[in-house]
């Protein structure tokens, strides 16, 4: 989402079944390692899990499923465009705890029992710099999301496109949300310069909505009212129908929002934000290969004469899985025309021994075809430092295209995933006219 977070893995209409949840990391606090495996305190079924944050209460779904007699978690997000089921089946037991590695992601859920069909643990995060550990209760059965409430205001209206703006410490930026409403049960996201906050579902109660989501690295909780929050500030003027909301990230992100109807709602363009240098026409880099032995250089004899597009991404990254969901299947179908496809990974490490084997297992776990080389550290200033031709760098994904003699054509920041509904078929569409642009020159 933002320039290192999300810039907000990919959905299940996609094919997004993810082989595996292993992960390079190891904890004592997990028993990750060395456990039987099975969990008999996974009873297959629906589950519903809240985890305990910033005194909020962020809820999500996952099933449990008995796989060749071994438990398999999916979890399960809902948005505009239907659902989505991460898949987990690095699921291992020691003691009384059992570890449930978060698919894509270097995180899990660790629990263990809490009486019948009920569980109680931590949701840790391996990659973080600091102690990372959110409280977490889940219970058996099949439930709502956001437990229904009553409200002596009649229920309002959220369908349709919001005009929006987030507060992050006094750090401004804009965003799109779009939702639409069945009754009290809401869907939808919201798009921002640097991607989107993925599958989003909740409720409509009165004129409160809450909307959450949870991939098994990011938890977010979006709360709102229609109409401005006490004390009234009469200084200022309020439109109608103005959502005054609380946006709440994980352990310790807060943000505030506004937003207000507006269905020609619409970010600057993606194609803008990120550009070369006066002067610079081309990339000059040549990064290790993750595969070990050799590096990767778009001056390589394997890319000359091709069109090459080349994807700033990070295992950490949801919406660059949503973009390798997407890349991964479409290079296989489209290699033959000419076009080749690069992946620079930034990771949380600068360490080559830490951070190559995560994108190797992304690799694997997306089937990736392509060349992917371990870039750097993921940050804005990493970047900048090992792409100097760049004369500014805003979030992961950033998407680049190069024509046959090398020259940058087009540089798109973002990636607007599957949860995005139309958004998303837009941006499929828009990749696919460039290159088949840059393939008839």
Not at 30 to 59: M, S
Not at 134 to 143: E, I, L, S, Y
Not at 418 to 439: M, V
Request: overall charge neutral; hydrophobic content about 35%; charged content about 20%.
């Amino acid at each position: 989402m933002k320039s290192i977070s999300l810039s907000l893995l990919a959905a299940a209409t996609l094919g997004l079944s993810l082989a595996g949840c292993s992960s390079n990391s190891t904890s004592s606090e997990t028993a990750a390692t060395g456990g039987a495996t099975g969990a008999p305190v996974l009873t297959p079924g629906p589950w519903r899990g809240v985890l305990a944050t910033q005194g909020q209460e962020i809820p999500f779904l996952f099933e449990v499923k008995d796989e060749a007699g071994q438990p398999v978690v999916y979890l399960i997000n809902k948005g505009l465009n239907g659902e989505e089921r991460l898949r987990c089946e690095d699921i291992k037991s020691a003691g009384d705890s059992t570890t449930i590695r978060m698919h894509a992601f270097d995180a899990a859920l660790v629990v263990r029992a809490d009486g019948a069909g009920k569980l109680k643990g931590t949701w840790v995060k391996y990659d973080s710099k600091t102690p990372y550990r959110v409280p977490m209760t889940a219970a058996a059965g099949a439930q709502d999301l956001f437990p229904a409430t009553k409200s002596t205001e009649k229920t309002g209206s959220f369908g349709g496109t919001w005009r929006a703006t987030f507060d992050d410490n006094g750090k401004r930026y804009p965003a799109t949300g779009v939702f639409t409403q069945q009754g009290n049960l809401l869907a939808g996201t919201f798009l921002t310069n640097t991607g989107d906050y993925r599958y989003l579902s909740g409720q409509v109660s009165g004129q409160d909505i809450k909307l959450s989501t949870f991939d098994g690295s990011h938890a977010f909780l979006f709360t709102a009212h229609n109409g401005p929050k006490e004390p009234v500030d009469i200084t200022k003027e309020y439109a109608p129908n103005t959502l005054f909301g609380d946006f709440y990230s994980g352990k310790a992100g807060h943000e505030t929002w506004t937003a207000v109807p507006d269905p020609k709602a619409q970010l600057p363009d993606a194609d803008t934000l990120v550009y070369l240098k006066k002067g610079e026409s081309r990339l000059n880099f040549k990064f290790p290969n993750v595969l070990e032995g050799g590096s990767i250089s778009p001056t390589d004899p394997k890319y000359r004469g091709k069109v090459v597009v080349v994807q700033i991404l990070g295992s950490w990254c949801p919406n660059c899985m949503d973009e390798t969901n997407f890349l991964a299947p479409w290079y296989e179908k489209n290699k033959a025309r000419g076009v080749e496809i690069i992946g620079l990974g930034y990771e949380r490490s600068g360490d080559y021994a830490k951070s190559a084997p995560k994108l190797r297992n992304m690799r694997e776990r997306f089937h990736i075809g392509y060349d992917v080389a371990f870039a750097g550290v993921s940050d804005k200033d990493s970047v900048a430092r090992s792409l100097p031709q760049l004369a500014k760098f805003v979030a992961f994904p950033t998407t680049i295209f190069l024509d046959k003699k090398g020259n940058v054509r087009k540089i798109h920041t973002g990636f607007s995933g599957p949860g995005t509904g139309q958004y998303y078929q837009e941006e499929i569409s828009a990749f696919n006219k460039e290159i088949d642009k840059l393939l008839k020159e």
